[in-house]
């Protein structure tokens, strides 16, 4: 409900006005993106965890809702040690996910300021 | 032997000399080039090197060895081995052998370069009795003609049939290649046949004069020597014209590259300098397409390193990107690899090059202490904590040995760098170098033992642990028995020990294991094994191999394992150990975990 | 009676179900039973859900009705030959039947859980299967739990299912409702436990299974983390230390525990495949023998006289398997006597 006045902006996620648009461009390069359930596999075994509250699960979450900037928060501490691609049950290359995030991170930023 | 033309030319010189000034040219700009893309350091490096007499001998030693006598390849392949040797040998004596000849019998030609290629056009027998110094001449000409003509012919050979030369999958040859081809095949039949023609006028050996009797038994005249001298010379102008721009720019790249790795040079460029000269040295050769672990699957074959270089050399980024990303970096094509080239290297640094929007920082880490006050360290690493049965039986050997030894990363810890380093990115992978360095200095152990040849050989190679030994468990391990520390009882199981590649390839560790599985049972050996060994297709060395992609990879490997019919699989990396045991039908078990089972206090 | 030969391969609660109802159709059934006892999986289990009937009765009872059938114990079938319409069944006792219908009812096989060695069964003392509980239920002997306390209890969840690590990506279907059933138990022995459940998603489709999990939740208290563990370690004295995401929070979760349960899930028996696909029979993607169609032909094989019924088509639970077992029977009786 917005009622034209309010200390903080809504947290609720509208998913008719959700930015998919670095989500869409990941899974154009990982199409597996999309088969993720959501277990909690990778996150649990994550090396980076511990330090960082780090979460590949999140992320793709984060990135279906269109949160890009919660996203990029959890992926500076990954330290691709590889684990979580070894426990995915879907068999979903993590690492390389990972790897071409941080890869195309910004790069949309960029071409909009240009 | 005398002059028989004045002027000692001849217009059918020219498309030789064309050919021969472009090459050279070519192979100049090649060498500028490469030295102005090395850093200064090693710009320095390598020029100092030329000169020193260790160095410099070496390379002449090498050059010898590996481009003209081939002496790796005939130890692989005796046929092919002969086959390359007999041209570049042969061809090498030819022009060393017609420069004496120009020496000995007119020295006044010395200057006009063609007169050893094309003496017995230039030349005829003089008046006097026939000399021991021409008739031996001659004869090693034909000789040395002979044996190049063999090697042409067993080319041809390999051309239609290579299964009959072992190679089971060559490259594709390109257009320009084939050209290359077609002239070097034509060069020493036209010489051979121009020769033949000419031999009643300068004489020859036991091969060209029975040739020009035969020749001058059907066709009377004189008609057909200058037209097969001119073939001749065009046969040599095409192949040096487009040498350059196809496989056979080895010839002269090689000489190259044995200097600069003498030099103690590594690739630091996915293109240039050093990379560059190996890049030109490849021959096309495909030795590491069957060698590759990933050609079991057709689509694969592509994404080899012989591909890799033709697509650096013409430039292709989008290929060069997704062959760097898919390789597991095994290092078996570097292993195989006739003249040494890197290829693991070249990816490595391809994708070094990358440039990312999100840059990782573990700077803010505060791994917990390493736990102090004992001697023996073990780093189990990330994997191992997926395998448990590794660090369990690994605590319970070290126990009965009687030491004094305690887990680092208990509770996890720190990844040790390797991948980073694999994916290409060197400075986050220091950041945790230094973290983990840091931890193990304040600990105060003297023995950091790791289970994971992974781990293993980032820690031996880029950490700077001083007072603190490094070693590996299979090392380790194999001490102990010998020390007496641990008493084995040997078992009737028989295994078979699969070289994870960075503990074989990568670190050089290949009779340890094998001793301790002699001691705990029977040893059986598989083919390719030690330095050959096929990756389990498990490597995090790939970015871009998904998991069902591996299945073929690591089945072949299986395949090859248990050929001789062992009990069980022995390996000693978590990571080989995990990817077999899904997909093998045998029991695969970790050296320590083999060891913990036959062994007590000693 | 008739004369028509059947052999029934497995001696299961299907290949049991099916004798049963054919004996009663006038036949004289022939079951091949690999392992010295009838009753197949369920022979080894305590007590089946959803209403905690005891499986032996349902054993026993089967046992009894097919007691006037030619049973073969600890047999295995070596080959089938097709001979126009008739089967040649060879055993590997020497005896070879020919037969008019074959069924096929060789079940399923557990997972087997030291393939998930992240989970560290037959590595850690307190690490079980679902078939250890099971049997430690009905004998009360197994020497990891004989005079353990059991304080804090964990089941994991889709252990061998949903996986492609595995080589399973199906759903056992029976997990979820077994968990429960064995947690409640355990909570039965052990009224003070604490125990957790590690689930990915709770599949609880069938008669009665979600008042069970609401009695799970409300009246024995039983915790459920929706995550997936992903990792076992050895924890000081003698416990395991279990780690999961606590995916709902979005934390990391980490517990000790005295006892893990792991649910380990249907495969495919694999060992009638060479005769299967000899047959003509394939392989359908989830790894299980292929019925003709998944939908009205469950127990056709599309192979004239060649029947199949229960577990060897799929995750089924004892009573479907039960329905298709008598399906079946119904299908070889018309198949006979309608003209072949």
Redesign the interface.
């Known amino acids: 409900m917005e009622f034209g006045f309010k200390l903080s902006p809504s947290s609720a996620v509208n998913l008719d006005q959700v930015d998919l648009s670095l989500y869409e461009r990941l899974a154009a390069i990982e199409p597996d993106l999309r088969i993720c359930m959501a277990c909690g596999s990778c996150s649990a075994t994550c090396t980076a965890a511990p330090f960082t509250g780090m979460s590949v699960r999140k992320v793709i979450l984060d990135l279906q809702r269109g949160k890009e900037k919660e996203a990029a928060k959890m992926l500076s501490g990954c330290m691709l040690c590889g684990k979580c691609t070894m426990v995915c049950p879907r068999g979903i290359n993590t690492r390389h996910l990972i790897l071409s995030l941080c890869r195309i991170y910004g790069t949309k930023a960029k071409e909009e300021g240009k | 032997m005398i002059d028989r033309v004045a002027s000692g030319f001849h217009p059918f010189v020219l498309p030789f000399l064309f050919g021969m000034i472009f090459v050279l040219g070519y192979c100049l700009y090649g060498i500028v080039k490469i030295l102005l893309q090395l850093s200064h350091e090693d710009r320095r490096r390598f020029l100092l090197s030329l000169i020193n007499p260790v160095t410099a001998w070496k390379n002449i030693k090498d050059i010898f060895l590996n481009c003209l006598l081939h002496v790796k390849l005939w130890k692989r392949n005796p046929v092919l081995g002969y086959m390359h040797s007999s041209i570049a040998f042969g061809w090498f004596m030819l022009i060393v052998l017609g420069h004496i000849e120009v020496m000995l019998f007119v020295p006044h030609r010395m200057r006009q370069v063609w007169y050893p290629i094309f003496f017995n056009y230039f030349v005829a027998e003089g008046p006097g009795p026939a000399t021991v110094q021409g008739a031996l001449l001659f004869t090693l000409m034909d000789f040395f003609l002979l044996v190049v003509l063999s090697g042409i012919a067993l080319a041809m050979i390999k051309r239609v049939r290579s299964r009959i030369f072992g190679m089971r999958r060559t490259t594709r040859p390109s257009f320009l290649d084939r050209v290359g081809l077609y002239s070097l095949w034509a060069i020493f039949p036209l010489r051979l046949l121009a020769e033949g023609f000419t031999a009643h006028i300068s004489g020859g050996g036991f091969l060209i004069t029975p040739l020009n009797w035969v020749f001058r038994q059907f066709l009377g005249d004189q008609l057909h020597m200058l037209p097969t001298w001119w073939a001749y010379s065009i046969a040599l102008c095409i192949f040096m014209c487009v040498l350059p721009f196809t496989r056979y720019m080895h010839i002269p790249a090689e000489m190259m590259l044995i200097p600069m790795r003498n030099a103690g040079l590594k690739i630091k460029h996915a293109r240039r300098g050093f990379t560059r000269a190996m890049v030109w040295s490849c021959p096309n050769c495909g030795v590491c397409i069957d060698a590759c672990p990933m050609s079991v699957k057709k689509i694969n074959l592509k994404d080899t390193t012989v591909y890799l270089n033709r697509n650096i050399r013409r430039g292709n980024e989008e290929r060069i990107e997704q062959i760097s ?1 898919k390789c597991l970096l095994c290092g078996k094509c570097r292993e195989v690899c006739q003249i040494g080239l890197d290829g693991p290297s070249i990816r490595i640094a391809q994708r070094a090059m ?9 700077t ?4 917990a202490p390493a736990p102090a006050g004992h001697k023996l360290l073990y780093f189990a690493g ?2 191992t ?5 590794i660090s ?1 039986a690994v605590g319970s050997v070290l126990d009965k040995a009687g030491l004094d030894w305690e887990i680092m990363d208990k ?5 040790c ?1 390797r ?2 380093m694999t ?1 290409g ?1 060197f400075v ?1 992978a220091k950041q ?1 170098i230094r973290q983990n360095s840091e931890l193990i200095r304040a600990s105060g152990c003297d023995t950091l033992l790791l289970s994971c040849p992974i781990c293993y050989k980032i820690f031996k190679e880029r950490y700077k642990l001083e007072g603190v030994r490094v070693v590996h468990t299979a090392e380790f391990f194999e001490e102990l028995i010998q020390t007496g520390a641990l008493h084995v009882e040997k078992g009737d199981i028989r295994y078979v020990f699969h070289d994870p590649c960075e503990l074989g390839r990568g670190s050089g560790i290949y009779e340890q294991p094998r001793r301790i599985l002699g001691r705990a049972g029977y040893l059986v050996e598989s083919e390719p094994n030690r330095a050959e060994s096929i990756c389990c297709g498990g490597s ?1 060395g790939s ?6 992609q591996r299945e073929d990879m690591t089945r072949n490997a299986l395949k090859h394992l248990t050929e001789g019919g062992p009990d069980a699989i022995a390996t000693a990396c978590p990571l080989c150990l ?1 990817t077999f ?2 997909y093998a039908d045998r029991a695969v078990q970790d050296i320590a975990e083999i060891l913990d089972r036959v062994s007590s206090k000693g | 009676m008739s004369k028509d030969n059947i052999v029934i391969i497995g001696g299961g609660i299907a290949g049991m179900t099916a004798a049963s109802r054919l004996l009663r159709l006038g036949y004289t059934p022939i079951i091949v039973e690999e392992s010295d006892h009838l009753g197949g999986h369920v022979a080894e289990w305590h007590k089946l859900f959803p209403d905690m009937a005891p499986a032996q009765d349902i054993v026993q009872r089967l046992a009894e009705e097919v007691s006037a059938a030619n049973i073969f114990l600890s047999t295995r079938v070596l080959f089938i030959n097709r001979l126009h319409d008739t089967y040649i069944v060879m055993l590997n006792n020497g005896v070879s039947i020919q037969a008019q219908a074959v069924l096929i009812a060789t079940g399923f096989n557990l997972f087997d859980a030291t393939k998930k060695e992240e989970y560290g069964y037959g590595i850690y003392d307190q690490v079980l299967t679902n078939r250890d509980l099971e049997r430690w239920f009905t004998t009360g002997d197994d020497p990891r739990l004989n005079g353990h306390e059991v304080k804090r209890a964990g089941f994991v969840h889709c252990v061998g299912s949903r996986d492609v690590k595995a080589g399973n990506t199906q759903c056992s279907k029976v997990c979820c409702v077994t968990a429960i059933k064995q947690a409640i138990e355990l909570k039965e022995k052990f009224p003070d436990a604490e125990i957790w459940c590690f689930y990915m998603d709770l599949r609880l489709f069938g008669k009665k299974y979600e008042d069970f999990y609401i009695n799970a939740q409300k009246d024995y208290g039983i915790h459920f983390i929706r995550g997936r563990v992903s990792e076992v370690s050895e924890g000081l004295d003698g416990r395991v230390i279990v780690k999961a995401e606590d995916t709902l929070s979005g934390k990391p979760v980490k517990v000790t525990l005295d006892l893990l349960v792991l649910m380990s899930g249907m495969v495919c028996n694999a060992t009638i495949n060479p005769i299967a696909t000899s047959l003509g029979i394939d392989l359908d993607s989830d790894g299980f023998l292929r019925s003709k169609d998944n939908i009205s032909h469950i127990v056709s094989s599309g192979r004239k006289g060649l029947f199949l019924a229960g577990a060897c088509t799929g995750t089924k639970t004892v009573p479907e398997t039960i329905a298709e077992a008598n399906s079946a029977a119904l299908d070889i009786h018309l198949y006979l006597t309608e003209g072949k």
């Open positions: 990303d990358r440039s990312y929007g999100l840059n990782q920082d573990y803010s880490f505060r791994p990330c994997m904590q997926l395998t448990p049965r369990k509770d996890g810890g720190l990844c760098g991948p980073l994916a990115r986050q945790l995090l970015l871009t191999l998904g998991f069902a995990a045991s899904r």
